[in-house]
């Protein structure tokens, strides 16, 4: 913060910075830093802030179906939740989705950041091509992915028919052990794009003469991305993994319109299931409470994996 | 010249199984939303229609009541982009130029705002709108709700983004500016933004295509037919319904997705450019 002194040479009344409190007094120049930062700050308290307090206290409390808030409970709406087998079913698919997911997605991403690294021909339209999923909406992937996947007319069966890999209509949707695996794979299309710029970006910012030093020491291709590449990636390695995880934990489109959790809750995770908690069944209690579960495990997750991330430098 | 074709040809070969996998949703797409109806439900599927038709696309534009949808996703679009700039712009401007103390703890602060993201909140962010009074009944069932509500989801990557920018924007031509008896605010509206008018439009971009592409809070909070947007609309098309018209849905799906990729395929560059920079700071 600078001193009133400064303002006032740039024509500003010397008094009024004074008077004020240090966060309003002008800088240098007669902007207040904070009078520009403050709309963001109200709209994202508004918006962001307040309506997570609203879900602290609808999880504390007894609501009815139709959302009156009948009195505060305590941790009842945590013990049922604790109770409930579909709960257990929808944290542990919750666990894999993520994990499967965001795995997935930072090993494809990777050699395809390095191959568009290269210069070939035709770079630019392959760029374009994998970027194409970043511009679908979720649920527009999803609704693609299901006609797909469709039994009888699915071009998915279609295809696997002509190259002779299967002979009947294979029933994607209609069971979770199938349909659960083809909702990871979309899931990890999408987050493609995502995460291979970040890679890019990385990649682009690295220094070219130590790759030319490595060559006149005689280093291999893969001498060279395991002991240069690498590790200079890893803070993007690290974003690219904590921004995914919290993205992914509660991807929510693509499980609600590929399978609505079904058949028989078998592919719910915990986002879909708080949804369908709290505006199918009428029972918005228990579904705070898992939203407010669900917010303690990707804060958990990030300041764990921040925290061992930093141990060893 | 000849090590240059045969690394392109290696490098087509590795990323061919992904290029085939984004591109055989869309080609389902295309090929789908031209096949009359009488061959979408045909055994086995073939990939291109017999007789090509366009008929579906007049079908689904009544079904889906595509005008109306098309219309409300432009207003709700373009109404959070201007409500995301407007706040994000002078935000990003401070974070980038100016000295405050706070400065550490509003940067943190937004990167919490990025934690909480909407499907987590819906249930607070219903009752929120539900308890603001606006016109007849409440902001629920409101253009201007769900306008309110994807303006300030994009306030954290906004700021991040355009501030990584204006960083990037020479000092030195605003502070001829001020040498030359400008002051502050004018140097920034003639000679800062104009700069900056590049950062601004990425930035534009992609909140309006997070807009567009947004599920849930539009699923929630839009209950009138009439107030729908695109995604919703295209969506209820599929959901729980008996029978579906895959044909009219693939026709209304492309009319929804395909310019979006036009204008991202022409804008992608300087998107990934802008991250880059942002990801470096």
């Known amino acids: 913060m600078v001193s009133a002194g400064q303002a006032s040479e740039q024509g500003q009344p010397a008094a009024l910075p004074r008077i004020l409190p240090p966060f309003l007094r002008p800088a240098r120049h007669g902007l207040p830093p904070l009078l520009l930062v403050l709309p963001s700050l109200l709209l994202a308290t508004a918006i962001v802030v307040y309506p997570f307090f609203v879900i602290v206290r609808l ?52 050699p395809v950041a390095l191959v568009l690294q290269q210069e070939f021909y035709g770079r630019a339209i392959a760029r374009i091509v994998i970027m194409l999923p970043w511009a679908l909406s979720l649920a527009m992937a999803a609704i693609l992915w299901e006609w797909s996947f469709n039994a009888d007319y699915g071009m998915i069966n279609g295809v696997l028919r002509n190259l002779g890999l299967s002979s009947g209509a294979i029933h994607w949707m209609a069971r979770a052990d199938t349909a659960f695996p083809v909702e990871i794979g979309v899931g990890i299309l999408v987050s493609i794009p995502f995460t291979a710029t970040i890679f890019q970006g990385g990649l682009s910012s690295m220094p070219t003469e130590i790759y030319e030093a490595a060559r006149v020491d005689g280093a291999s291709g893969v001498q060279q991305f395991r002991y240069l590449t690498l590790p200079l990636l890893k803070p993007f390695i690290q974003i690219a993994i904590v921004l995914n995880v919290i993205y992914v934990f509660n991807s929510f489109p693509i499980i609600w319109v590929m399978t609505h959790g079904g058949p028989d809750n078998s592919t719910h995770i915990l986002v879909t299931y708080a949804y369908e908690l709290a505006f199918g069944l009428g029972r918005p209690g228990p579904a705070a409470a898992i939203s407010v579960l669900m917010l303690a495990i990707v804060l958990a997750f990030t300041m764990v994996y921040l925290h061992l991330q930093r141990e060893p430098t | 010249m000849k090590r240059k074709l045969r690394r392109s040809v290696v490098c087509w070969l590795v990323l061919s199984p992904l290029i085939v996998l984004v591109l055989f949703p869309y080609a389902v797409m295309v090929f789908t939303a031209l096949k009359p109806t009488s061959e979408v439900m045909s055994y086995p599927p073939r990939w291109l229609p017999r007789h090509w038709s366009f008929a579906s696309f007049p079908a689904m534009w009544e079904q889906a009541d595509l005008g109306t949808a098309i219309m ?143 599920y849930v809070v539009a699923l929630t909070m839009l209950r009138d037919r009439d107030k729908q947007t695109v995604t919703l609309q295209v969506v209820n098309l599929v959901a729980g319904r008996y029978s579906v018209e895959w044909n009219q849905v693939m026709a209304a799906t492309s009319v929804a997705t395909l310019p979006v990729a036009v204008v991202f395929a022409a804008l992608q560059r300087f998107l990934v450019k802008g991250l880059t920079l942002g990801a470096v700071k």
């Open chain 1, 59 to 110: 999880s504390l409390s007894n609501v009815s179906p139709f959302g009156q808030l009948r009195g505060f409970v305590g941790w009842a709406n945590y013990a049922a939740v604790l109770a409930d087998p579909i709960f257990y079913g929808a944290l542990w698919r919750t666990l894999i989705w993520t994990a499967a997911v965001v795995g997935g997605t930072v090993l494809i991403s990777m």
């Open chain 2, 72 to 214: 409300n996703s432009v207003v709700i679009s373009c109404g959070s982009v201007c409500l995301a700039l407007c706040v994000a712009v002078p935000a990003a401007y401070a974070v980038a130029r100016l000295q405050f103390r706070l400065k550490p703890r509003y940067r943190l602060f937004l990167l919490v705002t990025q934690m909480l993201p909407p499907v987590l909140l819906i249930l607070g962010l219903f009752r929120t709108a539900a308890a603001i009074p606006f016109g007849d009944g409440s902001l629920v069932n409101t253009r201007l709700g769900v306008i309110l509500i994807y303006g300030a989801f994009q306030i954290a990557f906004s700021v991040w983004m355009l501030s990584a920018y204006f960083t990037a924007i020479p000092r030195d031509i605003e502070e001829a500016a001020w040498i030359d008896g400008c002051g502050r605010v004018r140097a920034v509206w003639h000679i800062f933004l104009p700069l900056a008018v590049p950062a601004i439009a990425v930035c534009a971009l992609v909140a309006f295509v997070a807009g567009w592409n947004e």
